[in-house]
Structure formats: structure tokens, C-alpha cells
């Protein structure tokens, strides 16, 4: 037993030597290949003080980005592009049926198996209105590898057995005492729910308004009127086109050697795929009609704890440029989104909430880039009495925005929120695994084109927000407000002043 | 949008009919191919397996001990003594002081929340 806890000591000395701030180094250069990976690109990102390796499989294109870190709590996704082809859920049901069983794992449920029996700091599946995401963190090497193996053995060599269909996605059954029919399953229920919750069919309502022609027209989650048309077959032919490595993106992060997750997945999963394959699953851009404003008027499930007559919701929305095309455009949208909604002194809440014309905003409010044309919405929720309350409020958002147009934003507020901004972006309360787990940090998918493929993450919290920053800085400085771009930030002007741009500065170091 | 009782019921009743339709379309054969089906999950939910096919950690894969971080200890001039570690900020400082109130006249204690966060 001694002995055991001997070597058991040296072993564990070893591996603690090598992570962390001790970690290896790579001596990777751009048009090397490893484990049937190319390196396309490497980058140092200093406000995260992280560099980022883009890579991609020779054999099947599959995409791949590590994000190295001396954080010991590694992450690893996998993610592919999903756009549903109808309202039957067929992307959420697959997501829920890889995980019950796949070649190597032949359990029912993997995933809550692993739940128990593994160090995991996080475990999770989604599926969003164009991608479906298999995330999931570690400390440990050997568990990692482990959480690593069962996911890739889950999503690309699932069994998406009858049963499993029937459980997770809808079937008849006879009810035990009177023998009624009725449709269960796991989707069905949840989607049930959804569709009965104010927000969650608010939103979605809103989306199908926006979006008439390409694939965010359909629930993604799954109608529950269309999810029993949905046949098992088909859902095998979309696992077996969109589950494919040539549409998949691979994300890892942390201080572990991530060459031998290249060489996991490599071994594991893509040495079996003998060639790419054209998968068409870009997002199309939705034309913008020329007409006037369309306006709809819908109906929803009312919330049981709440008056009637305190439930109503009014948007406008409109669609804007392609998210994150221009990074900096986003930003700069993001940040006016900002200035114009967020906090009691912004000129929309003067006008809607706090002048007494509603009791909040709607959900959704802002600027949202979670779609490939980005969507901007106002509006209001609460008591909306008559037509003619309505028309007050659609008259007080327009006549904010143009009042917002002619007189700008006041210059305090913009430095404000720029500096807010940027501030929260080098606090690093921010969190790039939290970041990395909830998919925050990866480049959108329906952005990422086929390969190359950018090694740029998103802009907000925003690794170019420096960009944003330089513009900035050369209007304000006339104001005496606004440091130029110098190495570091002396401390007594970091309260007034907005950051310098992330690129000047070093990190790990308070001088200069 | 408005809130609706009735576009409620009307979710509900169309769910009843969308099942009804289904049902009248039932042939004892798919009826017979229904219970089989619900049967067949039935026995998968309650069989019993061996999950020992997932990977798991072993005591050997976990590292006895955790390296502690690289600190500097020094002392203030009246010899308070100052635990040091780097930390990467980005070049931002952060501080926070705690005093001791003990001296503070008890009945001004109540408006000390005022003087935080």
C-alpha cells in the first residue's frame, strides 16, 4: 500500500509540472500538418492572454480551433450546422437521441452516466436556431479524454435507435385506465411547454415575422401540431448529411496538450470518414422587402399568475446587416443598442417605461446578432390597454430614434457606455471558459464559411474592441477624454478614461 | 400580441382532434403495433445494463497534490505582513481595504451600509 502511494505521488508530481502556467509549448508553424490536421493559422490574443490555433483536417475539412490557456479547466465542443428543414424538431430530437446510446457506448443514457461518473466542471447539449453544440469541461486529463471519447462516439456514431425515438421524440400511446390515445415523448412535452411560456413564444413569433424564407421560418425546437410527422428515417438522413465531419467545427480550450485531442479525434472519428463531402447547410441571407411595415397582430397562452390586462407585448423589429460580417459594424451596433436601451437614463427607457406609457421592455430588447441577419427590437410589455395605447407607444419609439438621429447621443453617456464596454471586456469577470462552455467565444457558425475559415472570435465582449476603440479615441480626443493608443494606462486616468486599444497594452504586468 | 384564454383552449382542442383523426385511421393492426411498441420501450427503460462499458478515473488518474501558486511574502513598515501573488489583470488594479469598526459609536453602526456597496 505504501508503495502504491509512493509511485502514486510521483506520477501525480509529473502531471502537476506540466500544466497550468508550466504547461507545454508548441512549436507549431502555419503548413505544418499533425495528426492528419493542418495549422492554418496561430494568434496571440493578449487580452485573454490565450493564442488561438485555427486548423483543419486534411481529409474530410473539418474545422478546428484551440484556445490555449493556463486555465486547468479545459473545454472541449463539438458543434455542426444545423438548419432545421421543417418544424417537426428534427435537429432538437436528434440532439436528444445521439445522446442515448451510440456504437462504442451502447447505454441508454450516456450522458447522465457520465454525469456521475466523471470530474466534469460542466456537461450540455443545445440545439439554437441554426447549430447544435456538444460542450463539456474538465480538470482532468484522463477525464477529459474520457468525456472526449463518449461525446465524438455520441455525435458521430450514435445507434438513434426505434425505442429511443419513441421515448425522446413522440409516440401514441393508450392511456392505462380508459385506454385513451394520446401523444407523448420527451420533445413533444418540452416543446409543449415552450410554446405555452409568454417570452419563449413571443420570441419565436417575432423571429418567424423577420425571417419568411430561409430556415429560421421554422421552430427549431420542434411545433408540437407538426412534430408527430416526423419519421426516424428522416431523422437518420439528416444525422447522416449534417452530422458529418465535413460540417463540423471542433473547439477546445485550457492547458492541456490539445495535439492529442487532434489525435483522438482523428483516430476516433475522422480516420472513418474517407473523404469530405459538400454539405449544404449555409445560411441563407433573407431578402428585405421593399413594402411598407408589415404589422401582425397574434395571439399567445396567457401567464395564469398575472391579470389578463397586464400581459400585452408590442415590438417592432427590423432586420440589419449580416452579423458580425463587419466586426467592427457589430460593434459599433452593439454599443448604440447600449446607449439607446440599456439603463433608466437611456433615452428609450425615458420614453416608454419610465414616462408610464408601459410597465417594461419586451424580450429580446436590442440589438441581437444570434441570427445571420442580425435583428434589432423595441417594444414594450405590461398594460397595453387600446389601439390607441399602442400607437402612443409605436409614436414614442419612433420619435426617439428620431431625436436619437438628429441630436447623437450625449457625449457622457457615449463615453460611458464605450468605456463600460471595454472595461468589462479586459475585467476578465468575463470568464473565456464560462465564455467557451456556453459557446459565447466561438465565431458564430452560420458565419463561418467553408474553409479558411477565420480565426476571429466575436467582437463583444470583444477581442476587437480595440478596433472600435481607435476611431473612438481620434473623435474624443479633442475632448481631453480619451487616452491615445500608448503602451499602458497610467492608473490615475483609468477611472475617467477609456481603455487603450488591448494590443498596446501587456498583460500580466501593472507597469508600463 | 395578446394574451388569449381562449387561443389556450383552442391549443388544447386542436391537440384532441389532431389524436382523434389519428385514432379513426387506426387499424387493429397499428393498434396491436402501438401497444408492442410502448411494451417494447417499457422493457428497454426497466432493463437493467452494464454502463461499466463508459470510461471512468481511476485514483491513480487523479494528481495527490495540487501545485500551490508562486507567492511573494514581505511585510508592512508597522509589520503587517503582505502575501503577494501575480495575477494577470490587464493592467487593471483592484483593491479592496476592510477597516475595523470596533471604534465606531454603536449607534452609527446601522448607517455603515450606506458607506458599501
Not at chain 1, 235 to 258: E, I, K, V
Amino acid at each position: 500500500m505504501k508503495r502504491l502511494f509512493a509511485n502514486l505521488n510521483s506520477r501525480a508530481i509529473h502531471t502537476a509540472a506540466a500544466r497550468g502556467l508550466n504547461r507545454q509549448k508548441y512549436n507549431l508553424v502555419p503548413g505544418q500538418t499533425i495528426h492528419g490536421f493542418t495549422l492554418e493559422e496561430s494568434k496571440y490574443i493578449p487580452i485573454y492572454d490565450m493564442t488561438g490555433y485555427k486548423l483543419v483536417h486534411n481529409q474530410t475539412k473539418a474545422r478546428y480551433i484551440h484556445l490555449d490557456s493556463a486555465n486547468t479547466d479545459n473545454s472541449f465542443a463539438v458543434l455542426f450546422r444545423t438548419p432545421p428543414i421543417n418544424s417537426t424538431g428534427i435537429c432538437h430530437i436528434l440532439e436528444h437521441l445521439s445522446l442515448c446510446g451510440s456504437k462504442k457506448y451502447p447505454v441508454r443514457d450516456p450522458f447522465f452516466n457520465m454525469i456521475r461518473r466523471s470530474l466534469n466542471t460542466y456537461m450540455n447539449a443545445w440545439t439554437g436556431a441554426d447549430f447544435t453544440m456538444y460542450p463539456f469541461s474538465s480538470q482532468n486529463k484522463k477525464d477529459f479524454q474520457n468525456l472526449m471519447s463518449v461525446y465524438l462516439d455520441a455525435t458521430f456514431f450514435p445507434l438513434l435507435r426505434h425505442e429511443d425515438f419513441l421515448q425522446e421524440g413522440h409516440r401514441l400511446e393508450f392511456t392505462p385506465g380508459e385506454g385513451k390515445l394520446q401523444v407523448n415523448g420527451v420533445v413533444y412535452n418540452e416543446m409543449k411547454g415552450a410554446m405555452s411560456n409568454p417570452e419563449e413564444y413571443f420570441s419565436l413569433r417575432l423571429m418567424q415575422n423577420l425571417f419568411r424564407t430561409n430556415c429560421y421560418r421554422f421552430n427549431s425546437g420542434g411545433d408540437p401540431a407538426i412534430i408527430p410527422e416526423l419519421q426516424l428515417e428522416q431523422l437518420r438522413d439528416f444525422h447522416s448529411t449534417y452530422y458529418h465531419p465535413s460540417n463540423a467545427w471542433f473547439y477546445s480550450f485550457g492547458d492541456l496538450d490539445f495535439t492529442e485531442h487532434l489525435s483522438l479525434i482523428n483516430s476516433q472519428v475522422l480516420s472513418q470518414f474517407p473523404a469530405a463531402k459538400s454539405v449544404d447547410s449555409k445560411i441563407a441571407k433573407e431578402p428585405r422587402s421593399t413594402g411598407a411595415t408589415r404589422t401582425v397582430e397574434e395571439r399567445f397562452v396567457p401567464d395564469k399568475m398575472r391579470p389578463l390586462n397586464q400581459q400585452g407585448k408590442l415590438a417592432m423589429a427590423c432586420l440589419c446587416d449580416e452579423s458580425y460580417a463587419d466586426p467592427y459594424k457589430s460593434a459599433a451596433m452593439m454599443l448604440i443598442s447600449k446607449l439607446l436601451v440599456d439603463g433608466t437614463s437611456s433615452p428609450m427607457y425615458k420614453a416608454l417605461v419610465a414616462s408610464g406609457l408601459a410597465d417594461s421592455y419586451c424580450p429580446g430588447m436590442g440589438y441581437d446578432l444570434g441570427t445571420r441577419d442580425a435583428v434589432f427590437t423595441l417594444g414594450v410589455q405590461g398594460s397595453l390597454y387600446d389601439a390607441e395605447h399602442l400607437s402612443r407607444v409605436e409614436k414614442a419609439i419612433t420619435d426617439t430614434l428620431r431625436q436619437v438621429r438628429e441630436k447623437g447621443f450625449d457625449e457622457k453617456s457615449f463615453e460611458k457606455a464605450l468605456h463600460e464596454t471595454l472595461f468589462s471586456a479586459v475585467l476578465l469577470a468575463f470568464d473565456p471558459l464560462v465564455a467557451t462552455n456556453q459557446g459565447k467565444l466561438w465565431p458564430e457558425p452560420h458565419l463561418a464559411d467553408d474553409p479558411p475559415h477565420s480565426l476571429r472570435l466575436r467582437p463583444l465582449p470583444c477581442l476587437q474592441c480595440h478596433r472600435i476603440c481607435e476611431p473612438a479615441a481620434r473623435g474624443l480626443q479633442a475632448h481631453h477624454a480619451f487616452p491615445g493608443p500608448r503602451p499602458a494606462v497610467p492608473p490615475r486616468q483609468l477611472r475617467k478614461s477609456v481603455l487603450p486599444p488591448a494590443s498596446h497594452r501587456t498583460v500580466g504586468s501593472s507597469s508600463s | 400580441m395578446k394574451p388569449d384564454e381562449a387561443f389556450a383552449k383552442q391549443g388544447v382542442l386542436e391537440e384532441q382532434q389532431r389524436v382523434q383523426a389519428t385514432e379513426r385511421k387506426l387499424t387493429e393492426n397499428s393498434k396491436t403495433q402501438i401497444r408492442q411498441d410502448c411494451a417494447n420501450l417499457r422493457r428497454r427503460q426497466e432493463e437493467r445494463e452494464n454502463v461499466d462499458v463508459l470510461p471512468k478515473i481511476d485514483l491513480a488518474d487523479i494528481p495527490l497534490t495540487r501545485p500551490y501558486p508562486v507567492y511573494h511574502k514581505t511585510k508592512l513598515a508597522n509589520g503587517v505582513p503582505v502575501w503577494q501573488f501575480n495575477q494577470p489583470t490587464n493592467g487593471i488594479a483592484h483593491i479592496r481595504i476592510k477597516f475595523d469598526v470596533n471604534s465606531l459609536p454603536e449607534p452609527l453602526k446601522k448607517y455603515l451600509p450606506l458607506c458599501s456597496e
